[in-house]
């Protein structure tokens, strides 16, 4: 899979969206935001699902330029699609290391270690992760981390759909970066300003409706650096109050 096609569709008005269609391609962040209920999830949800003018929206989505006919639509979803939620557990009675493995056997993966995968995971998250660790007794940013990792290295599904990737114990710089290097095409929805900046085009949702899509100009990538600076300050500050360390200018 190369490129995926939204059709447009209807808002929660019922009034059609103001564009024919757009085709985005893997290897790129596309950052979906809007105010809540705007239609970020139900976007996701259409992708996900692979609709053909069947859902609320009326959009259909198009593989590589084809109809995704109703009986591949459950194959596609497992097999192309990927989907990080927002709120994340594991409830599986088993150590990270036989998670992991588990799914390497399921998806036929032989070329990453699992080594591999907690050195990713961790660089994600401050919080280290060890492969006898229990996944019940994982925190919040470490379960993101992982299955971060997890779906960057040992998932061969060219699509990531994440819902707010925000989360106080995951660097999203790291997080990003990672995720752009499995040359996969990315959607994240989010209420971060800072995190829609990080994307390469931004979906703007209004009305349950693709409102406008927006490439990142040249003045918002160098406006993207400064935050990034800013955000990586706030996380050094962040972990030294964790540790009980006092804070300087330089944090």
């Given at each position: 899979?190369?490129?995926?096609?939204?059709?447009?569709?209807?808002?929660?008005?019922?009034?059609?969206?103001?564009?024919?269609?757009?085709?985005?391609?893997?290897?790129?962040?596309?950052?979906?935001?809007?105010?809540?209920?705007?239609?970020?999830?139900?976007?996701?949800?259409?992708?996900?699902?692979?609709?053909?003018?069947?859902?609320?929206?009326?959009?259909?989505?198009?593989?590589?330029?084809?109809?995704?006919?109703?009986?591949?639509?459950?194959?596609?979803?497992?097999?192309?699609?990927?989907?990080?939620?927002?709120?994340?557990?594991?409830?599986?009675?088993?150590?990270?290391?036989?998670?992991?493995?588990?799914?390497?056997?399921?998806?036929?993966?032989?070329?990453?270690?699992?080594?591999?995968?907690?050195?990713?995971?961790?660089?994600?998250?401050?919080?280290?992760?060890?492969?006898?660790?229990?996944?019940?007794?994982?925190?919040?940013?470490?379960?993101?981390?992982?299955?971060?990792?997890?779906?960057?290295?040992?998932?061969?599904?060219?699509?990531?759909?994440?819902?707010?990737?925000?989360?106080?114990?995951?660097?999203?710089?790291?997080?990003?970066g990672i995720l752009l290097k499995s040359n996969k095409l990315i959607f994240i929805a989010t209420h971060d300003p800072h995190t829609s900046l990080l994307g390469d085009k931004r979906i703007i949702m209004k009305n349950g409706a693709i409102d406008k899509i927006i490439d990142k100009s040249p003045l918002e990538a160098?406006?993207?650096?400064?935050?990034?600076?800013?955000?990586?300050?706030?996380?050094?500050?962040?972990?030294?109050?964790?540790?009980?360390?006092?804070?300087?200018?330089?944090?």
């Amino acid at each position: 899979m190369d490129n995926l096609t939204i059709y447009a569709g209807v808002s929660k008005t019922n009034e059609t969206e103001n564009f024919n269609s757009v085709t985005f391609k893997r290897g790129h962040i596309y950052c979906i935001v809007g105010d809540t209920g705007s239609g970020k999830s139900r976007l996701i949800k259409d992708i996900e699902q692979f609709v053909n003018a069947d859902s609320l929206t009326k959009r259909k989505i198009y593989v590589d330029g084809n109809e995704v006919s109703l009986d591949k639509r459950n194959e596609f979803s497992t097999s192309l699609v990927s989907h990080l939620s927002q709120n994340m557990r594991f409830v599986l009675d088993a150590s990270v290391y036989e998670f992991l493995e588990l799914h390497k056997q399921c998806r036929y993966n032989t070329n990453v270690s699992i080594e591999t995968v907690l050195k990713t995971a961790n660089l994600i998250t401050k919080e280290p992760i060890v492969s006898a660790q229990d996944l019940t007794s994982l925190s919040g940013g470490q379960t993101r981390a992982l299955m971060i990792a997890d779906i960057a290295l040992i998932s061969d599904n060219p699509i990531i759909l994440i819902d707010e990737i925000e989360n106080a114990g995951i660097n999203k710089h790291i997080a990003f970066g990672i995720l752009l290097k499995s040359n996969k095409l990315i959607f994240i929805a989010t209420h971060d300003p800072h995190t829609s900046l990080l994307g390469d085009k931004r979906i703007i949702m209004k009305n349950g409706a693709i409102d406008k899509i927006i490439d990142k100009s040249p003045l918002e990538a160098e406006i993207t650096e400064k935050l990034k600076h800013m955000y990586n300050f706030q996380i050094e500050c962040q972990t030294k109050i964790k540790k009980g360390e006092l804070l300087n200018e330089m944090c």
